[in-house]
């Protein structure tokens, strides 16, 4: 979920009463577990007292959107504590337990907070580069007109974050539509950026964290036979939708050309990104635990390309703020006791999608990627598509919403947009129908040890 981070006394005032009423709660929890003499993490009904932690801060993050950064770096201030002061960490107990296992994570935070920084440079790139105002000289008259520009969403999505492919195409959208764009459409815009994401480990936050904590490209490639689904699915009754609403304006842009170097600095970006991971993932995956190689590399190539083209700078003090929250999130996910979680399968898989509507992906994907097990290709497809479901499901709805105002309305976006939700249900399906289950392990799992045969005869008793 994008960060929309609001200044002033409201939010330190909602993160103490968070805090106070999390902090509260695990230590009763804690206090009765100790009463009982459980040797166990406490535990309310079964659940764990981290998750239940876990819990309130993604609640308060999908119901207090205007203190995001707020209410996630006080879940993990309150998370954290939590840990250090009474459960500890697999790493060990106290503050150098906490140390300890900060020691272990900083890696892969490092290397997303580099490729998310670099990917909003990146983004801004493409945009001044020109290539997307000329796109909508290439769309049909009528509504096939807005359905090639959720294709064109898809596409741009597969190699640029799934953010900007969303506000390329509600700009597009709003000039070809004269500014009248319908909701259900809008909707569609989000599903296309999520859908043409969820294949590609450069597309989308969540299948560059599975990227980076060592996932192979090709174990979530075939998100996209689900994705190519749900895209029609959604897309043509949004085309219809919107057709109605407002036909589209053929425009064709005047005195507008194409800024190659950048263009070429948008691609040299990427293969240098693709280019490390393949080094670091693939030929020395033993390496890819003590340095973050791949958020450093496209840092490098960043800065080698200013001579060409300087980037906007401008867009990184926001981005830093949606970052930090970002890395808040999967910071609290990375101290949850995921040995406790129900074991991977396609059903919990299909769950994560609609908890997806409404919880941040991010967290969700790191949770999955910690515990292991997961077809990777479904998981990228559930937790990616299953966002655009509510329009605070995902950081691309959120940034539509924030270009479309009248599009902060759950209840409206699961009127109008009923074609998303019925396109993620039969998306899915087909996907399990086609590919089955398909679980891959990832750099690091251990391997299962070796069953012994089922009718293998007991050995008799001496």
């Not at 859908?195 to 980076?212: E, K, Q």
């Amino acid at each position: 979920m994008a960060e929309n981070p609001c200044h002033g006394r409201a939010a330190p005032r909602l993160a103490a009463a968070i805090s106070l009423f999390a902090g509260s709660f695990g230590f009763s929890e804690w206090a009765l577990a100790k009463a009982a003499g459980a040797a166990d993490s406490p535990a309310l009904l079964g659940i764990p007292v981290d998750f239940i932690l876990f819990a309130l801060t993604l609640l308060g993050v999908a119901l207090f959107h205007a203190h995001t950064l707020w209410v996630a770096l006080t879940g993990l201030a309150v998370i954290a504590g939590y840990k250090i002061l009474f459960t500890g960490f697999k790493h060990g107990a106290g503050a150098s337990g906490f140390v300890a296992h900060m020691g272990h994570e900083w890696v892969i935070l490092t290397n997303l907070l580099c490729l998310l920084l670099g990917f909003a440079l990146l983004s801004k790139h493409f945009e001044d580069s020109k290539v997307p105002a000329v796109l909508p000289k290439y769309l049909p008259d009528d509504w096939k007109g807005a359905f090639v520009l959720l294709v064109m969403v898809f596409v741009l999505s597969a190699f640029l974050d799934n953010i900007a492919a969303a506000l390329i195409g509600g700009a597009m959208a709003h000039t070809v539509f004269r500014g009248k764009v319908h909701i259900g459409y809008l909707a569609a815009v989000v599903a296309a950026s999520n859908a043409g994401g969820s294949g590609s480990v450069v597309g989308d936050t969540t299948t560059t964290m599975m990227w980076i904590s060592g996932v192979s490209p090709i174990s979530v490639l075939h998100a996209y036979v689900a994705a190519a689904v749900a895209l029609v699915l959604c897309g043509i009754p949004a085309a219809l939708q919107q057709h109605r609403y407002s036909p589209i304006m053929k425009d064709e842009p005047v005195g507008t050309h194409i800024d190659r170097a950048r263009v070429g600095i948008v691609v040299f970006i990427l293969v240098t990104a693709i280019v490390a991971n393949v080094y670091v993932n693939v030929l020395h995956g033993d390496i890819a635990d003590r340095f973050p190689f791949i958020g450093v590399a496209v840092v490098l190539a960043i800065l080698v390309s200013v001579p060409l083209r300087k980037p906007a700078w401008g867009v990184l003090p926001e981005a830093t703020k949606g970052t930090i929250f970002l890395l808040s999130l999967v910071t609290c996910a990375s101290m949850m006791p995921v040995e406790k979680l129900p074991p991977a399968s396609w059903q919990s898989a299909m769950t994560l999608g609609f908890v997806s509507a409404v919880f941040d992906n991010i967290p969700l994907t790191a949770l999955a990627l910690k515990q292991g097990g997961f077809d990777w290709g479904m998981l990228a497809y559930t937790v990616g598509f299953g966002g655009s479901m509510i329009w605070f499901g995902s950081s691309a709805g959120v940034a539509i919403s924030n270009m479309y105002p009248e599009a902060k309305n759950a209840g409206r976006w699961l009127v109008y947009g009923w074609h998303v939700t019925l396109a993620y249900v039969v998306g899915f399906f087909v996907l399990l129908a086609a590919m089955g289950w398909q679980p891959t392990p990832k750099r690091g799992d251990v391997p299962p040890a070796p069953q012994a045969p089922i009718n293998a005869p007991a050995t008799p008793a001496r």
